[in-house]
């Protein structure tokens, strides 16, 4: 009897004394994912013109001249400033290209002024197409062929005797993946 307590303590320390053991659960159906794209390009096809104007010879006769950023239509807000029927200008256009279904978020920079030499000619604002007047963001989902279209506007103030000349500026429109 005396050997049989004997035994049992010297079990009941080592079951107290044997240090627990976590228990691994194996997950052997987890996954791992990654999404490549094609690379964003995007290119102007056609040039944001306001076209050829005649600017008043009296002072303080301004006139906006405003390119529709859908249509590429444009308007002159008074007869200060006539428009050269033959020369209507047009709206700016880029031609872009990606993986079919992304979204791209657009996002435009403005000028503020066009120069000719040492003239200036103000910007009063420019935006993307279908978005509203001052719109420098939108985003396009990019169609089943992989293109997308964005047109650009804008808004310029030919002051009263504005000096003669092409006024130029460069602008930057961006594409990104959303």
Do not use: H, W
């Not at 690379?39 to 390119?67: H, K, M, R």
């Not at 859908?70 to 308007?75: F, H, K, L, V, Y």
């Not at 001052?134 to 808004?155: E, P, Q, Y």
């Amino acid at each position: 009897m005396r050997n049989f307590v004997s035994l049992a303590a010297l079990a009941a320390t080592f079951a107290v004394a044997t240090p627990a053991v976590a228990q691994q659960v194996d997950v052997n159906d987890a996954t791992a994912k990654g999404t490549v794209l094609l690379p964003l390009s995007l290119s102007e096809t056609e040039q944001l013109d306001f076209g050829t104007v005649i600017a008043s010879t009296t002072l303080g006769a301004d006139a906006d001249v405003v390119i529709d950023p859908a249509t590429g239509t444009r308007t002159i807000s008074n007869t200060n400033v006539l428009g050269v029927a033959t020369y209507p200008g047009g709206r700016g256009v880029f031609q872009g290209a990606g993986t079919a279904g992304r979204s791209v978020l657009l996002t435009l920079t403005a000028p503020a002024l066009l120069t000719s030499g040492t003239n200036t000619l103000v910007v009063n604002s420019m935006s993307f197409d279908g978005c509203g007047p001052n719109c420098t963001n939108t985003s396009r989902t990019i169609d089943l062929t992989g293109a997308f279209t964005v047109g650009v506007g804008g808004s310029f103030l030919v002051a009263g005797k504005q000096a003669n000349g092409l006024y130029t500026a460069s602008y930057t429109v961006t594409a990104d993946y959303q």
